[in-house]
């Protein structure tokens, strides 16, 4: 039985995805003291929760067996990410049962700026009856700026236009393709952009990046008489500076439903008196709505079960990618990024700093892209792949993807990415590993044949080709006569089979690399004997298992 602890207050909708599972023992506890808390978690396989349980070290330690926690929305504020994936515990939440709720909000908010509802509505409470003094503008003909082309900025692009507005959105991280799919202009530059819109409506994460993106100098740049409209995250509009700027009345409006701290202050800019006429404040119900609220505690329970049993999990975040989901052809470049990872750990001496991946060809452009999530990972796949493999080597196999990118963090690795157009191969991976102490990289590519075999097809510039499957013996000769039958000779003597051969050259070096492809294994001493001899440079062997 899998034992599931919901310790906030969640849909029902949600609960009977778990109550209706036979294999699902369901405890439902709402209220815990943290003390109450530690010892409930002790055996639990799953957790739902909302915002209000700190999924903390001390909590991830005290849940021995938990190998799953989903938050019913989208925030992870009170999960500890880092530590949670260092534990091997999938965390997920549910960003798109939101998405139209959040849009909707959106559209509410932008619509009763620029007509003043709310102030209407207040002055006719109070017994008035002053039409002239609420004349608004209309959204028609007006241009809008998306920051933030994600799913909720996509929703509101396509509304927005049926309203009649010119779109446009900044975003560096999409493509041109999924710009024009939604119709926008896509702006290169963000203070360019604003300086062009009518109306500003921010639909990005906060992040490092995007924390005060729309601060004083953003509001500066924007156009004289502009709205703006943030109902994304708190922190990333200057309070202080964008109630100045209503009050100058270099912006005209703004409707904001998230804060810098929640609730927000008495003494939130926002809230002072003086600029009541210019802006439209709501309490953060972006994502309040029945709909949304049954939607989000679906998804996280049919996810958290999903986990739980092994299958693909679209919403975990600390997941780099589902690796199900990947298409057939792409899934052999993951293993095969993962075996050069593992291979290249084996050629360094050196603890690496630095892991460059290089990705060449078309199954790497950006167009084709697997699904990648970007919290908190920004590499495709293959890069973590590459990067698991390289760590495989010394943390062994329970090294997963989601831990991998922390203990690269961890260890002060840096990575870097990059795709490119195809190299010698049309599809081909390459790794290279930095040490301080070197002065060259240690560099592996590999690809995958037309067949659908894995072949490394180069070690540290050297051509050579060989399956990396089995035991491996790899070593770099004086390429003069006799190295390779010495070698041949002593693994003889050893009773070694060599099953395959491969040797690569590189013109003028006077070395080789060679590739041995060994039945079973090559004995230690072996291994040792032709370390010592004088016409090897180095040797290892490489056993790639099954699992690899
Ligand atoms: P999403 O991940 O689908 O989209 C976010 C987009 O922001 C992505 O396209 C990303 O490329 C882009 N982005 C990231 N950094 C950027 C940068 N520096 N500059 C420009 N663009 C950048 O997210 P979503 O589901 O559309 O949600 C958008 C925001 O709305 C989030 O902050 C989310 O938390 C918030 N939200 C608020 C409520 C609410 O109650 N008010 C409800 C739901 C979502």
Redesign the pocket.
């Known amino acids: 039985m899998l034992k599931v602890l919901v310790t906030e207050k969640i849909s029902e909708a949600g609960l009977d995805v778990l109550r209706q599972d036979p294999e699902v023992q369901l405890f439902v506890k709402t209220g815990l003291s943290r003390e109450e808390l530690l010892a409930e978690v002790r055996d639990v396989d799953g957790m739902i929760t909302r915002s209000g349980t700190p999924l903390d070290p001390e909590v991830l330690d005290a849940a021995k067996r938990l190998r799953a926690a989903a938050r019913a929305g989208?925030?992870l504020d009170n999960i500890d990410l880092a530590e949670a994936s260092r534990k091997g515990v999938v965390v997920i939440n549910a960003?798109?049962g939101?998405?139209l709720?959040?849009t909707e909000?959106t559209m509410a908010m932008m619509l009763s700026m620029v007509r003043k509802v709310p102030q209407a509505f207040q002055s006719l409470a109070s017994g008035e009856w002053k039409r002239s003094r609420f004349l608004g503008r209309q959204l028609s003909g007006k241009r809008l700026l998306v920051?933030?082309?994600?799913?909720?900025?996509?929703?509101v692009a396509a509304r927005c236009r049926a309203f009649g507005m010119e779109v446009s959105a900044?975003?560096?991280?999409?493509s041109q393709a999924k710009a024009d799919r939604a119709g926008v202009r896509l702006m290169e530059d963000?203070k360019g952009a604003l300086s062009l819109a009518d109306v500003v409506t921010?639909?990005?994460?906060?992040?490092a990046?995007?924390r005060g993106?729309i601060d004083g100098e953003a509001i500066k740049a924007c156009r004289p008489g502009a709205y703006l409209v943030n109902?994304?995250?708190g922190g990333?509009v200057d309070e202080a500076a964008c109630a100045e700027a209503l009050r100058s009345g270099h912006l005209a409006g703004a409707a904001i439903?998230?804060y810098d701290g929640e609730p927000p202050r008495p003494d939130n800019p926002l809230l002072a008196d003086d600029i009541r006429e210019k802006v439209i404040l709501t309490p953060?119900?972006?994502?309040?709505t029945e709909e949304?609220q049954s939607a989000v505690a679906v998804i996280a329970c049919s996810n958290l079960l999903a986990s739980l049993k092994g299958k693909p999990c679209e919403n975990a975040v600390n997941l780099p990618f589902v690796e199900q989901s990947l298409p057939e052809g792409t899934r052999a470049f993951l293993s095969l990024a993962r075996k050069l990872g593992y291979l290249a750990a084996h050629l360094s001496r050196e603890p690496a700093t630095q892991l460059k991946v290089s990705l060449r060809g078309p199954l790497f452009s950006p167009a084709e892209e697997p699904v990648c999530f970007?919290?908190p990972y920004h590499f495709s796949p293959f890069t973590v792949a590459g990067l698991k493999g390289y760590l495989e080597y010394s943390h062994g196999p329970e090294v997963n993807y989601m831990s991998a990118p922390m203990l690269a963090e961890d260890k002060g690795i840096r990575i870097e990415e990059s795709r490119t157009g195809p190299g010698t191969w049309r599809n081909q991976v390459e790794l290279e590993l930095f040490s301080p102490g070197s002065r060259e990289g240690i560099s592996v590519s590999g690809t995958i044949t037309e067949e659908g075999r894995q072949r490394v097809v180069n070690i540290g510039g050297y051509w050579i080709e060989f399956i990396p499957e089995g035991t491996v013996l790899l070593f770099s000769n004086h390429d003069r006569p006799g190295v390779i039958g010495k070698v041949g000779t002593l693994l003889g003597r050893a009773g070694t089979n060599i099953a395959n051969f491969a040797l690569g050259r590189r013109n003028g070096s006077g070395l080789a690399v060679g590739a041995l492809q060994i039945d079973d294994d090559v004995p230690m001493p072996v291994l040792e004997e032709l370390k010592k001899d004088v016409d090897l440079l180095w040797a290892v062997k490489v056993r790639f298992t099954e699992d690899l």
């Open positions: 989208v925030g960003p798109t939101n998405t709720a959040a909000h920051v933030g082309l994600g799913r909720i900025g996509t929703q900044y975003d560096p991280y999409v963000l921010l639909h990005v994460p906060l992040t990046e995007t993106i109902c994304a995250r990333l439903d998230v953060h119900i972006g994502a309040n949304a970007e919290i």
